[in-house]
């Protein structure tokens, strides 16, 4: 499974920013959980949102936020376009890392690299005061 992570860039502190992450070669995303993380200057990868699978069942499209972004940052899927998006809102100069999405995994509260098994490259995103 091939991921393509986009749409980081520069913004001004309060500004947004909305990153995308699809599968390579048009493949769905709705049958996985999908995670989005990121990794700042000199800091551990940290989990900040998760959406857990379309699969039809009341638990599907269940999503789940790193504290400090919630309220700031929405995950949503668009199946028709086979895309998982992350709306950031707000952004403050500590929200300045490296994006990466993750799928094939496992959505908890408690969001862990370890539960997710494939990675697209990260985008940069860079917050200035």
């Known amino acids: 499974v091939q991921l393509q992570a986009s749409g980081g860039g520069t913004v001004q502190a309060g500004g947004s920013l909305r990153l995308s992450c699809a599968r390579a070669?048009?493949?769905?995303?709705?049958?996985?959980?999908v995670g989005w993380f990121r990794r700042g200057p000199g800091s551990e990868r940290k989990g900040v949102a998760c959406i857990t699978s379309n699969d039809g069942s009341a638990n599907g499209d269940k999503t789940y936020y790193l504290d400090s972004v919630k309220g700031r940052f929405t995950i949503s899927r668009d199946n028709t376009k086979k895309m998982v998006y992350l709306e950031m809102n707000n952004l403050n100069p500590e929200d300045a890392a490296d994006y990466y999405c993750?799928?094939?995994?496992?959505?908890?509260?408690?969001?862990?690299?370890?539960?997710?098994?494939?990675w697209g490259r990260g985008t940069l995103v860079t917050v200035s005061s």
């Open positions: 070669s048009g493949f769905s995303l709705d049958q996985y959980a």
């Open positions: 993750a799928t094939d995994g496992i959505c908890l509260s408690n969001i862990m690299g370890h539960q997710f098994d494939y």
